[in-house]
């Protein structure tokens, strides 16, 4: 069975561009959760999307957005990037809200420069 | 006051011997907690999860809830060099819509 795959696996933008990270869950799992994961510190929350809809934000700008699929994969978009975005992006999938079987993707390395 | 506190090491235990791991929480109503394991340069592997007062067992890993003190642990024994890896605390609120929340991590490092 595939894991929780993400694409692509580096991306590489200059600042003020936008950035489109995807993921797809493993199958059969309808929730998808995005983290970022900045050099040496831990995984700050970004979004979390179940069922096709947004079911909590962290304390992140506007301009982090996403959204779900019918096939509930998911993406996430970074308008306007700033020097400080630069992280690891990470995906998690759960078989539904409450997270007991939660699994990472590989994550996506943005590098903004 | 930070949701999840972990110290952020390194933590640095001989191969063999116990380590110990802590974690304090903010949210008095949290319910579910989880602890991960993350090589470098890779991402966050489940280890265990505990949802009730008391151990929890799994191999050599054990983990250690005491909600009253809002505190979760992990016990890792019989230390290997492989277990060498930052380890993540993860804590769940108590509604269904409750975001996960990480704590920064701890740096274990296993000393042969």
């Known amino acids: 069975e595939a894991g929780v795959t993400q694409s692509p696996t580096h991306l590489i933008k200059t600042r003020g561009q936008q950035a489109t990270l995807r993921c797809s869950p493993i199958s059969g799992h309808t929730s998808v959760y995005w983290y970022q994961q900045a050099l040496g510190l831990g995984l700050q929350f970004l979004l979390w999307y179940d069922e096709g809809e947004e079911r909590n934000r962290g304390n992140f700008p506007p301009r982090f957005s996403g959204r779900q699929f019918p096939n509930y994969s998911s993406e996430l978009n970074v308008n306007a990037l700033e020097l400080e975005d630069s992280a690891l992006y990470l995906c998690?999938?759960?078989?539904?809200?409450?997270?007991?079987?939660?699994?990472f993707g590989q994550g996506t390395r943005l590098t903004v420069v | 006051q930070k949701e999840v506190e972990q110290n952020s090491g390194p933590l640095s235990v001989p191969e063999g011997a116990i380590a110990s791991l802590n974690c304090t929480y903010s949210?008095?109503?949290?319910?579910?907690f989880f602890w991960y394991r993350q090589y470098s340069g890779k991402s966050p592997e489940l280890i265990m999860s505990i949802y009730s007062n008391g151990d929890k067992e799994d191999g050599r890993f054990t983990a250690q809830l005491n909600k009253a003190s809002q505190y979760v642990s992990l016990l890792i024994r019989d230390s290997q060099p492989s277990d060498s890896a930052t380890y993540l605390c993860?804590?769940?609120?108590?509604?269904?819509?409750?975001?996960?929340?990480f704590g920064s991590g701890t740096r274990l490092s296993i000393r042969p």
């Open positions: 993860a804590v769940k609120g108590y509604s269904s819509a409750s975001k996960i929340i």
């Open positions: 998690a999938s759960s078989p539904g809200r409450a997270w007991t079987e939660a699994f």
């Open positions: 949210d008095r109503g949290s319910q579910s």
